[in-house]
């Protein structure tokens, strides 16, 4: 089942931020597609519910370094 997660990420400030996120959002599986905002700081992500959920991608995005929110 597909899901649209929307996270606001207070911490991201460049492009280069962003395909670092969209870098390893694109590595986990159920990951179906994204979209990130530099200027909005916000990320819509659709996953596959049987293969990932929001708290993976909040978790990976904290491994990064950046803080991520559920909208």
Do not use: R
């Not at 969209?22 to 819509?44: D, N, R």
Request: proline share 1%; charged share 25%; glycine share 4%.
């Amino acid at each position: 089942m597909q899901q649209a997660l929307e996270f606001d990420i207070p911490d991201i400030h460049c492009k280069k931020c962003a395909a670092k996120i969209q870098l390893a959002l694109e590595s986990i599986s159920g990951v179906e597609s994204t979209e990130l905002s530099v200027k909005q700081k916000h990320a819509k992500i659709v996953i596959d519910t049987l293969k990932t959920n929001g708290s993976k991608i909040k978790a990976m995005m904290l491994a990064l370094g950046f803080t991520a929110m559920i909208n």
